[in-house]
């Protein structure tokens, strides 16, 4: 029989019947064996999530003051929880544990961690499934990065001997049993992890949305839902940063081409998103989603005979790099170079760069010029179709918006535009617009 691995967010268990969708989806389906929880998220918006009281636990209680309201917030979520579920589970004892933890040495990443591991308490409680601890098989070395070899090994061969069980997201320990977490939104990568480990036939990843849309739904109205994607189209979209799936979270499961599917706890019958290692495009879909986000600034640099110059790219992108500045896009002419960069990368910097790539190449002419938007429209549905850029460019010159920049990835499975940050929005919307008719 298949194995599926499937990991509940935060806001799939913010509370007693949260927790209840989640049990009924899991008993739903036999396959559903090895479950990965996050530490319970916001209830309504103004609420805070566990993780971020934990967070302000430690800032506390390292400057000396014990948290005493933050601590007793988070002791009664997870006493409401367990209370609204009618378990016959006590924490009291972990809630001590954690509470002479913070008045000793608090430790960072140690606090983080406890609220996947109190979720996942709860839930092994609830689902009458064996509690593993993520500390005890997700492998951190000594510099404090994920072991992904070591984990397969330890992880799979734990597995074999568990039908099944609820291993909480977020976090792992180093080979000293150090708690090390993974970055924010992190359970989703331990999600990938085990699904790996137990050769799953699938990974489900339960949030609150039924999957990835085909565009921000702050910019265009009600776009349609992506109903099938690649991990490759998934990256070149991750301008999104639309917080549905840790970007991280792809590699795992990428290396055993095992499918994700993004699935909404509130809504379990709808089909979601899948994530796949290759597909077909959808038939009538040219474009799979468009992504974007503004905060870049161009630096251009213009030189007679620049072509010829040996070393001139690579000497402009040694200042770039020597200041810590990675680049996204690198658009040139015979005798113009421009580097795309995130203007938060460059800050401060702008006139020691200036002064660098001068005394570097000595340009005729430099200038950084920031408030740039860049667009991702993405689709594979695009390889070898004609007449995509001109669709796309078409919609763009005709509602007035000057392109800036524009670059095809070599695959031809995307292509990026970009714009003035005051264009951004409507260009999205008429690149939309123009494929969904
Ligand atoms: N609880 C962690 C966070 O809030 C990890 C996760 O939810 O994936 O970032």
Redo the contacts with the bound molecule.
């Keep these: 029989m298949d194995v599926l691995v499937a990991k509940f967010?935060?806001s799939s268990l913010s509370g007693a019947s949260q927790f209840e969708k989640v049990a009924n989806i899991v008993r739903a389906d036999e396959r559903r064996r090895y479950i990965v929880p996050?530490?319970p998220?916001k209830r309504y918006s103004s609420d805070t999530?566990v993780?971020d009281l934990l967070y302000q636990c430690y800032h506390l209680a390292s400057g000396g003051t014990f948290p005493k309201e933050e601590f007793a917030q988070i002791c009664d979520r997870y006493r409401e929880i367990i209370h609204g579920l009618d378990l016959d589970l006590s924490l009291e004892d972990e809630f001590q544990v954690i509470e002479n933890h913070l008045k000793t040495c608090p430790d960072e990443a140690y606090l983080a961690s406890r609220?996947?591991y109190l979720n996942g308490r709860i839930l092994a409680d609830l689902l009458h499934f064996p509690f593993l601890d993520a500390a005890e098989v997700i492998c951190f070395n000594k510099r404090l990065s994920f072991d992904a070899h070591r984990t397969q090994d330890v992880l799979s061969a734990r597995l074999k001997t568990m039908e099944h069980a609820v291993i909480p997201?977020?976090y792992g320990a180093d080979p000293d049993g150090r708690i090390c977490t993974f970055s924010?939104?992190?359970?989703?990568i331990t999600g990938s992890i085990v699904a790996r480990a137990a050769d799953a036939a699938l990974y489900e990843n339960f949030t609150d949305v039924s999957g990835f849309l085909m565009a921000d739904p702050r910019i265009v109205d009600h776009p349609k839902v992506i109903s099938t994607i690649t991990y490759h189209e998934l990256r070149e979209l991750s301008y999104m940063g639309a917080g549905v799936l840790h970007q991280d979270a792809i590699f795992p499961v990428r290396e055993s081409g095992i499918p994700i599917n993004i699935k909404n706890t509130n809504d379990p019958e709808a089909r979601g998103t899948m994530i796949v290692p290759v597909a077909p495009p959808d038939p009538g879909r040219i474009i799979t989603g468009i992504a974007g986000h503004n905060g870049f600034s161009f630096i251009t640099i213009e030189k007679e005979m620049m072509n010829n110059e040996l070393g001139f790219g690579r000497r402009v992108l040694t200042v770039l790099e020597d200041n810590g500045i990675s680049f996204e896009h690198l658009p040139s002419g015979i005798d113009t170079m421009s580097v795309v960069v995130a203007s938060a990368f460059i800050g401060e910097k702008k006139q020691t760069i200036i002064h660098e790539i001068c005394d570097a190449v000595n340009p005729d002419h430099i200038s950084i010029e920031d408030g740039f938007s860049l667009i991702a429209v993405v689709g594979r549905g695009m390889i070898r179709t004609q007449g995509t850029a001109s669709r796309i460019f078409d919609a763009v010159a005709r509602s007035g918006i000057n392109v800036h920049l524009i670059d095809q990835g070599s695959s031809e499975l995307n292509i990026i535009i970009g714009v003035k940050d005051e264009d951004f929005e409507s260009a999205v919307r008429v690149i939309y617009d123009a494929f969904n008719d």
């Design positions: 967010g935060g996050s530490a998220g999530k993780t609220g996947e997201g977020f924010r939104g992190g359970s989703d």
